[in-house]
């Protein structure tokens, strides 16, 4: 019923038009074609004026409406070190961006209005002006260039890798339809090495190398958790196709490309106890997180930093999130402590001897990095391949 109700709707307002396009084309003919032109010359442009004025407004009070939501002021603050020169160069760029934006629309349609169509109005060519065009060349130049280079100085600064020895935590993500997988070095500090035809299914998704000394205490997380204050740098790969790793709370955008490891560098600063207080001070965030529940929790007690995928990557695509957690040194160093490496839960007792060379069905003690690897062959990477495939 509704969606008839939409058809007759739309029919009746086709029908409407055509008929003011007819009696429009006959009150022409009875006042004469040159009035007719004059009076729809300054209907339209009297009529830009108007929405010019919409227009404008509309853009201003919609920003300044979602700014807090949408354009990162208010509460959603940068929750990294690096963010706040982002947010600078995007409020540089946006004041003299909006100015242009403004004046411009302002004088195209007052142009459009006061340069009408009228009679006895005659044209002038004005074929050249040098001060006229010095002025509209040189000084968006000027602002170009400073934008430019204020751009290339942040880039630079957050694009950067880390320097040899430097105290560094490094995680990998990796993209595939649909999830994320998040692994993490162990005691050595150290991710080992991983190749795509090393690939088990249900016991080795991501083909991490067990010949590598560093591969045998990495463990693959369930949520990512990292310390307030230190530098972390994340490998991102893809296993399929096109992903992107996107922390939006921490200015962390970066596409995961298969076959071409991409990485990112950022330095938390607000733990997510401390985020949640910035949004404690916001009436917007003291309200019920779910409508139908009054009583329930408010939305600045239920919110988390996430992982989202920001790479349109198939029909589940939306399912790729995760949950991200900033905590203190010290609960990171207790969370930590808690993993076990994915050896030792998905490889341990579930893999005949003779997969991996050095297996002999327990795990190697990773306290003690020498004993990894005894007998691994000089191409470890490829080696258990077979091996592991028979042994399914």
């Known amino acids: 019923m509704t969606s008839l109700i939409i058809l007759l709707s739309v029919v009746l307002l086709v029908v409407v038009a055509v008929q003011i396009g007819r009696i429009s084309e006959l009150s022409s003919k009875i006042r004469g074609e040159e009035a007719a032109q004059d009076e729809s010359n300054r209907f339209h442009a009297s009529f830009g004026l108007y929405f010019m004025v919409a227009f404008l407004v509309f853009c201003v009070g919609s920003a300044l409406y979602y700014k807090n939501y949408m354009l990162g002021y208010g509460p959603l603050k940068a929750a990294s070190e690096h963010g706040d020169s982002i947010y600078l160069l995007f409020n540089t760029t946006l004041f003299f961006t909006g100015i242009v934006f ?105 083909g991490i190398d067990y010949n590598d000394p560093k591969s045998m205490d990495d463990a693959i997380v369930d949520e990512i958790v990292l310390p307030k204050g230190k530098k972390v740098r994340v490998r991102i790969t893809a296993k399929d196709v096109l992903h992107n790793f996107y922390l939006p709370h921490f200015q962390v955008k970066m596409d995961a490309i298969p076959g071409l490891p991409t990485y990112f560098i950022f330095t938390p600063k607000m733990t997510t106890e401390e985020y949640r207080m910035e949004l404690k001070k916001y009436p917007e965030y003291n309200v019920p997180a779910d409508p139908n529940e009054p009583t329930g929790p408010k939305k600045w007690e239920v919110f988390n930093y996430e992982l989202a995928c920001a790479e349109l990557c198939g029909k589940g695509h939306f399912s790729m999130r995760k949950l991200v957690k900033i905590v203190s040194n010290e609960e990171y160093q207790k969370w930590l402590a808690n993993q076990k490496s994915s050896f030792e839960t998905n490889i341990q007792g579930k893999v005949e001897p003779g997969v991996y060379p050095w297996y002999k069905g327990t795990a190697v003690p990773v306290s003690d990095p020498k004993t990894s690897v005894t007998s691994a062959p000089a191409d470890s990477t490829k080696a258990p391949l077979e091996k592991a495939t028979k042994s399914k």
């Open 102 to 206: 403004i004046l411009t629309h302002i004088a195209l349609f007052w142009f459009a209005y006061k340069y009408r169509a009228q009679k006895g109005r005659k044209v002038l060519f004005l074929p050249h002006d040098n001060k006229l065009e010095v002025i509209w060349t040189a000084i968006p130049a000027v602002v170009m260039c400073g934008l430019v280079v204020g751009g290339l100085v942040v880039w630079n600064d957050v694009m950067g890798d880390v320097k040899e020895g430097e105290d560094v935590i490094e995680i990998e993500a990796t993209g595939e339809q649909y999830l994320w997988s998040i692994r993490y070095p162990g005691a050595d500090n150290a991710l080992g090495t991983k190749y795509f035809k090393n690939i088990v299914p249900g016991s080795n998704n991501l």
